[in-house]
Nanobody, 119 residues
Framework: QVQLVESGGGLVQAGGSLRLSCAAS????????MGWYRQAPGKQRELVATIRSGGSTDYAGSVKGRFTISRDNAKNTVYLQMNNLKPEDTAVYYC?????????????WGQGTQVTVSS
């Protein structure tokens, strides 16, 4: 069984910073893409950033230049450094990972961590 456990959310003032972490554990062969998504109240879940096993990254336009995604393959962990946070960044942030497990490739989600940015 695979688990993704997020940490690092919280309440911060506009202009502040937070760092999210997501650690994968369980029975899997390897991790391909890892990423962060977010869902604000009344809105659909949206992509924030992704990082491939080789290190290439993609960002949503709204966070480019403010957020940085990184990963530690030895620790099966992905990070999201969020700087210059804005009230519109307020959302539940979810970790996602595409993993090779025996016989298949599957996507897994974390339970989510709340990020609240006050103005």
């Amino acid at each position: 069984q695979v688990q993704l456990v997020e940490s690092g959310g919280g309440l911060v003032q506009a202009g502040g910073s937070l760092r999210l972490s997501c650690a994968a554990s369980g029975r899997f062969l390897s991790i391909n893409v890892m990423g962060w998504y977010r869902q604000a109240p009344g809105k659909q879940r949206e992509l924030v950033a992704t990082i491939r096993s080789g290190g290439s990254t993609d960002y949503a336009g709204s966070v480019k230049g403010r957020f940085t995604i990184s990963r530690d393959n030895a620790k099966n962990t992905v990070y999201l450094q969020m700087n210059n946070l804005k009230p519109e960044d307020t959302a539940v942030y979810y970790c996602n990972a595409g993993m090779y497990i025996i016989g298949s490739y599957s996507n897994f989600w974390g339970q989510g961590t709340q990020v609240t940015v006050s103005s």
